[in-house]
C-alpha cells in the first residue's frame, strides 16, 4: 500500500531551510506505519487513555498482587470479624508540626453483653504508623520467587490494618481483591485467546473458503447466538466433576466461556476476510502462485489485525462479567480460589449486607474494569482503521 | 409472506432439534448416570433403595440402551409433554414447571416493554439533541448500565433499599399473599414488589438499545432526505418523528432476535439474588445438585422462549419492511 504524501507538502518542501529534501525521498517526513497512525489517533481518544491508565494499574496489581497486600489473604482472625475499613492518612500532625507519615486509626472493640455482638469504633487516640517496603507474611512473587516484602505494612506487624475492611473470618478485603484481580482478569485474557484461536480459525476458513463450510459455520454461529449464554453456561459449568482441582476448574471455566464466546470473533474475521477476498493486491497475489498459507499470512493478516485486536479487547469485559456471575451464583470457581464474583458470594445475604457493605468493594473493581475496558476498546475501534476519513 | 414463515418456522424446528441435541450432552456430561447418583444421594441419606424401583427407573429412561435409544426416548418423552421427574424435588418436572411459567413469563415480558419504553425516548431525545447535557448523562448511564452486572446491581438495589428506607425487595409477594388466590390486593402486593427485579432486568438491555438507536437515528438524520424536508418547511419535530425515528426503529426491532436472550439470562441471575419464585432458582438448584433431567428441560425451554421470541422479531421486522418480506435482503 503505498502512502500519500500530506497535500500541503509542496509548501513545506520551499519553507524548508535545507530547500532540497522532498519527503517522498526522506524516510521520516511525512511517512508514518500503520501503527504509528493507530497509536497517533488512539491517542487522542482522550476518555481511552485515562482508561489505558486504570487498565495498567489494574495489570500491576495483578502482577504484583502479593507485593501489594500488607495481609496474607487467606488468614483467619477471628478478632477482627467484619471490621470497617479504615481511612488511610497521609500527614500527620503531631505537637512537633506537619510531616509525611501514613497512618490509620486503631479500632476499639465493644462486645455488647445482650447480643454479644462485637461493635468496632475507629479510636483516634491509636494511631497505627505504616512503613513502606514491609517484611511480613511471605509469599511467591509471579508464583516463583519466595520473598516477604510488601508495599506498605503496619510498622508492629501485629496491628490490624484493613483498608477496606475484613470479612466474616477477619480476612483482609483489600489484599483479597488485589489477588482477585489476578484470577478475574486472567481468566478474561485466557478465556478471549482461546476464542480468538477457535474464532480466526474456523471464521478465517469460513471467510477464504467460502462455500458449504461458509453456509454450515454461519448456521452453528446463528444457533449458538439465539441461546440465552448464562443457563446454558451454568449447565455445562454444573457438569464439572466436583472433585476437580482449582486449576483444572480455571481451565474448564475458561473453556466454557469461550465456548460460547469465540462467534464474535468469528464473524468479525470472516467478514474481513470476505472483504479482502475481492481486492485486486489479493488476487494479484493469488495470481502470482502464492500458496493458500501466504496469502492469508502475509498478505491478508496484516490488513486486518487492528480489527482483530479490537474485537477481542471488547470481549474481554463480557468474559470477566461471565465468570463473575457464574462464580457469584457457586458453579464457577469455588472457594478457596479467590477472584471477584467468589468475594461477592459472600455479600449474598442482606443481613450481612447491612452489617458489612465493604464487601461489595469486589463490585466496584468489577465495574471500573468494564468500564475501563469499553472505553479502551472503543478507543482502538475508532483508530483501528487509521485511513478512514 | 406465508412462504417467508414457512421457511422460519422449518429452520426453528432445526434449531431447537439441534439445541435438544446440545442439551442431552449437558445431561450425559456428568460421570454416572442419574439413577445411580440418585441411588448413592438416597443411601447417603441413610435411604434404602428397593431392588424393583432400580429396576423400573433404569428401563424407564432407557438407561441400558445406546445413547442415541436415550436420546430419541428423552425427545420422544418431552414431545407428549412428559418432562420427567426431579429427583431432588420429588415431583414430576412438568408440575414445576406449571406452577411457575406464569410468574417468570410476566416479569420476563415486563422487563423487555418497560425496556423498550425506557430506551426508545431516551435514544430519541440524544440523538436529537446530541452532546446536550442529557445526552452525556444518558451516555454515561448507558455506560454504567452495561458494566454494572445485574446480580451486582440487584445487590446494591436491595443494600440501598434496606438501609436507607427499610424496605427488603426480595420475593414477589408478602407472606400474607404468597399462597392466595389472585385478588386485586394481591395484584397490588405483586405490583409493589414487581419493580425491584423489572427495573433490574430492563436496564442492561435498555443501555444498548439506546446506544443502537442513537447511532441508528445519527446516522438518519444527517441524510439528505432529512434536509429536503426542513428546507421545504416541515417543522423539526414532524419531520423526525414522520421519517427518521421511523427508519430507525427497522434495525432496533430485529434485536429483539438478541434482546430476549439478554432478558432471560439477565432475569435469570436476578431472580435469584432477589430470591424470586420463578423458574431461575429452581434450575440453580438443579444445577447444583446434578438433577440433570430438571436443568435439561428448564435450560431447553428457556432457549425454545428465546427461539420463540426471534421468530416474533423475524416476523414483525418482515411485516414492518418490504424489502424482507420480498426476499430482496436477509430472507434467507
Known amino acids: 500500500m503505498s502512502i500519500i504524501p500530506p497535500a500541503d507538502s509542496p509548501d513545506t518542501r520551499l519553507e524548508a531551510p535545507s530547500g532540497d529534501i522532498d519527503p517522498r525521498i526522506d524516510g521520516n517526513a511525512g511517512t508514518e506505519s500503520q501503527w504509528q497512525l493507530i497509536r497517533r489517533r488512539f491517542s487522542k481518544h482522550r476518555l481511552a487513555m485515562i482508561s489505558l491508565v486504570i487498565l495498567a494499574l489494574f495489570g500491576f496489581v495483578a502482577l504484583f498482587a502479593g507485593f501489594i497486600s500488607p495481609n496474607d489473604p487467606g488468614d483467619v482472625k477471628a478478632r477482627y470479624t467484619f471490621a470497617p475499613p479504615q481511612g488511610l492518612h497521609f500527614i500527620d500532625r503531631t505537637e512537633e508540626g506537619w510531616s509525611f507519615r501514613p497512618y490509620v486509626y486503631g479500632y476499639d472493640v465493644e462486645i455488647d453483653p445482650v447480643a454479644l455482638r462485637r461493635t468496632f469504633v475507629i479510636d483516634e487516640e491509636k494511631k497505627i504508623y505504616l512503613t513502606f517496603f514491609k517484611r511480613s507474611w511471605e509469599y511467591k512473587l509471579f508464583g516463583l520467587i519466595p520473598t516477604d516484602l510488601h508495599l506498605i505494612g503496619p510498622e508492629k506487624t501485629r496491628d490490624p490494618l484493613y483498608i477496606f475492611g475484613a470479612d466474616r473470618l477477619g480476612r483482609d478485603m483489600f489484599s483479597r481483591v488485589a489477588y482477585g484481580t489476578q484470577i478475574s482478569l486472567s481468566v478474561g485474557l485466557v478465556g478471549v485467546i482461546m476464542s480468538l484461536v477457535l474464532g480466526v480459525i474456523i471464521g478465517g476458513a469460513a471467510g477464504y473458503f467460502g462455500g458449504w463450510f461458509d453456509a454450515a459455520t454461519q448456521r452453528v454461529i446463528e444457533f449458538l447466538r439465539s441461546l440465552p449464554t448464562i443457563p446454558l453456561w451454568m449447565g455445562l459449568a454444573a457438569a464439572m466433576p466436583s472433585g476437580w482441582s482449582p486449576l483444572q476448574t480455571y481451565f474448564a471455566i475458561t473453556l466454557i466461556l469461550s465456548f460460547l464466546g469465540w462467534t464474535e470473533l468469528a464473524r468479525v474475521v470472516r467478514g474481513r476476510f470476505l472483504a479482502l477476498n475481492g481486492e485486486d493486491y489479493v488476487a494479484a497475489a493469488r495470481y502470482d502462485g502464492c500458496s493458500h498459507g501466504r496469502v492469508i499470512v502475509r498478505h491478508m493478516v496484516p490488513a486486518f489485525t487492528s480489527h482483530i485486536i479490537t474485537a477481542a479487547s471488547l470481549a474481554v469485559p463480557g468474559m470477566i462479567l461471565a465468570e463473575t456471575a457464574l462464580s457469584f451464583l457457586g458453579l464457577g470457581l469455588q472457594a478457596p480460589v479467590i477472584s471477584w464474583g467468589v468475594l461477592l458470594q459472600e455479600a449474598q445475604n442482606i443481613r450481612t449486607l447491612a452489617t458489612a457493605p465493604w464487601l461489595l468493594v469486589p463490585g466496584a473493581a468489577i465495574v471500573i474494569a468494564v468500564l475501563a475496558m469499553n472505553f479502551v476498546g472503543d478507543g482502538l475501534r475508532d483508530a483501528a482503521d487509521p485511513y478512514a476519513n | ?332
Open chain 2, 1 to 332: 409472506m406465508l412462504g417467508y414463515i414457512a421457511r422460519r418456522l422449518v429452520t426453528m424446528v432445526f434449531t431447537l432439534l439441534a439445541l435438544s441435541v446440545v442439551v442431552f450432552v449437558v445431561i450425559q456430561l456428568p460421570p454416572g448416570d442419574f439413577v445411580t447418583s440418585y441411588i448413592a444421594s438416597l443411601s447417603a441419606a441413610g435411604e434404602s433403595v428397593d431392588q424393583e424401583t432400580i429396576i423400573a427407573l433404569r428401563e424407564r429412561y432407557k438407561l441400558d440402551s445406546p445413547v442415541l435409544v436415550q436420546y430419541a426416548a428423552w425427545l420422544g418423552d418431552l414431545l407428549r409433554g412428559e418432562f420427567g421427574y426431579s429427583f431432588e424435588m420429588q415431583r414430576p418436572v412438568g408440575e414445576i414447571f406449571s406452577q411457575r411459567i406464569g410468574i417468570s413469563l410476566a416479569v420476563e415480558l415486563t422487563a423487555v416493554v418497560v425496556m423498550w419504553a425506557i430506551s426508545i425516548p431516551i435514544g430519541i431525545y440524544s440523538a436529537v439533541n446530541q452532546y446536550s447535557i442529557g445526552d452525556y448523562v444518558a451516555t454515561i448511564l448507558g455506560f454504567l448500565g452495561l458494566a454494572i452486572p445485574n446480580f451486582l446491581f440487584a445487590l446494591i438495589l436491595m443494600y440501598v433499599c434496606y438501609n436507607w428506607f427499610g424496605v427488603t425487595i426480595t420475593g414477589l409477594f408478602s407472606a400474607e399473599y404468597m399462597n392466595a388466590r389472585w385478588s386485586l390486593d394481591r395484584f397490588l402486593d405483586f405490583a409493589s414488589h414487581v419493580w425491584a427485579p423489572i427495573l433490574v432486568i430492563s436496564t442492561a438491555g435498555a443501555a444498548q438499545l439506546v446506544r443502537v438507536l442513537r447511532a441508528n437515528l445519527l446516522d438518519e438524520l444527517n441524510k439528505p432526505y432529512v434536509l429536503t424536508a426542513r428546507a421545504k418547511g416541515l417543522a423539526r419535530r414532524k419531520v423526525i418523528w414522520r421519517y427518521p425515528v421511523r427508519v430507525a426503529m427497522n434495525p432496533l426491532v430485529s434485536t429483539i432476535g438478541w434482546v430476549l436472550p439478554t432478558v432471560i439470562s439477565s432475569s435469570f441471575v436476578t431472580a435469584i439474588v432477589l430470591n424470586l419464585p420463578t423458574l431461575s432458582p429452581i434450575l440453580l438448584r438443579a444445577l447444583l445438585s446434578q438433577d440433570m433431567y430438571l436443568a435439561g428441560a428448564l435450560i431447553l425451554f428457556m432457549g425454545l422462549l428465546t427461539l420463540v421470541g426471534t421468530l416474533i422479531s423475524d416476523l414483525l421486522l418482515a411485516w414492518i419492511d418490504p424489502r424482507i418480506r420480498l426476499g430482496m435482503v436477509g430472507a434467507n
